[in-house]
């Protein structure tokens, strides 16, 4: 009888996937979680730290990874997009959950009762855990595809609409992991259009 924590990373970027996960953990022992010590939501964490929980998450528990394109994203919109990947990570769990508790106030589709949490990655550890490999899952997804699109910096960014980021698609366009979906991206893309025809 075990529950799953849901979440995602990457519903904000300008560029990449967006990435779910679903986490089971130990049940408690001797009345003593087995979790690891210092769950928190995932932003809250420094990278070093995200990458040694995420470690320790995977030692003990069982972790599904979902994914989401950007074709889907800017097909879809980005909720159903996010659903889409929270539904993927669930089905890859090997082990199946009787319910599971998502973060935020919508829940995905699911085999299985939903609980829905707001600022459930602060709150429940089973969802902590979750934002936790979503967002090392991503970020090693934008680090690991930032040489193929050089002049963007999305492993210093990971594609979300810093100020260097807008400004380098002003400068180059939209690459193929861009949300054209996307207003800002719209944006940049019309001001790279002008200077094209400017220049």
């Not at 069982?62 to 539904?87: C, F, K, P, T, Y």
């Not at 690991?144 to 002003?170: D, I, M, V």
């Not at 180059?172 to 400017?198: D, M, N, T, W, Y």
Request: charged share 20%; glycine share 8%.
């Amino acid at each position: 009888m075990s529950i799953c924590g849901i979440d995602e990373a990457g519903r904000g970027p300008l560029a990449g996937p967006v990435v779910a996960a679903a986490v089971i953990l130990p049940p408690p022992k001797n009345g003593k979680w087995g979790r690891p010590k210092g769950l928190d939501d995932s932003k809250q964490l420094s990278a070093e730290a995200r990458e040694e929980l995420a470690a320790q998450i995977r030692a003990i528990g069982v972790v599904g990874v979902g994914i989401a394109s950007v074709e889907e994203i800017d097909a879809l919109n980005i909720l159903r997009a996010s659903h889409l990947a929270m539904q993927r990570a669930f089905e890859a769990l090997i082990q199946t959950p009787v319910a599971a508790i998502v973060d935020g106030n919508m829940a995905p589709e699911l085999p299985c009762p939903v609980e829905c949490v707001i600022d459930g990655d602060v709150i429940v550890p089973l969802v902590s855990a979750a934002s936790i490999i979503a967002k090392v899952e991503r970020d090693r997804i934008m680090t690991n595809l930032c040489p193929q699109f050089p002049g963007y910096g999305f492993s210093k960014h990971k594609g979300y609409g810093t100020p260097e980021h807008q400004q380098a698609l002003a400068r180059l366009g939209a690459s193929p992991i861009h949300r054209r979906s996307f207003k800002p991206v719209q944006e940049a893309l019309a001001k790279f259009a002008e200077l094209r025809a400017a220049s």
